[in-house]
């Protein structure tokens, strides 16, 4: 997996719905319930039953998506002991939740700093050129239906399911597939590991058809021994949404600066445009 740093792609207006999205889901991480011990690496069974209960609460469950079964008890985030020892209380729920809402509030959630800051770093480096692009509230709301795409379609799939789906990585990949459709020739500065972090420069659509490629072998299962924890086909569902989106402003889309320096070791050569 190559590891994107920096594109070569500059702006015209400040991306503040950008910076806005990376606050707010570092500051919903740092309020979730077991964080602080998560990160300490003490987690205790009390921590991890109230961030049981928080996720149930405002994360996106398939079967509530699709069939609108909700769960006739859930975690309290109290903790008891029954007869194999301690564990979270569970009872019937004291909140009314509402499926479709619950996609939104799931976007800002995450499981881990890994999981947040891989997600904020393509955020950062591929939404800030979609949000010049679409304006900043197009923008907003093109994030939203990438994500709600992603939920959704992932929920089509797996409507059996009973496992809570958070994260942002739907709706991000709903703006590498933006960013793809919109500038394919722009350069991104990636870290290649190969015995060291290699830095190259290359083509977006190389970087991001090739996470795409990754996405696809991953849904599948193969390479991977999580594939049952990470929801890459929703990954492959925002991607495909922020595509379709994003095509009708291809035509009056410019094209990216061409890059100066060196690209593989060799001088770019300058091209001409028609």
Known sequence: MVIPVHDVNPVRRTPWVTYALIAANVYVFLSTPGVAGSVAGDSSLSQLCHLQAFLDHYAAVPQELIHHQMPRVVPTGDVGVGTHGAGCVVGPPSYDKSPALSVLTAMFLHGSWLHLLGNMLFLLIFGNNIEDRMGHIRFALFYVACGYAAAYGFALL????????????????GVLGAYLVLYPKARVWVLVPFLIFLPLRLPAWLVLGFWFVLQAVYSSGEGVSDAGTVAYAAHIVGFLAGMLLAWPLRPGTPPPPEPRGRLFGRRA???HTW
């Open 269 to 271: 050569r300058p091209r």
């Open 158 to 173: 797996n409507d059996d399911s009973g496992d809570p789906l958070i994260g942002a990585s739907g709706a991000i990949a």
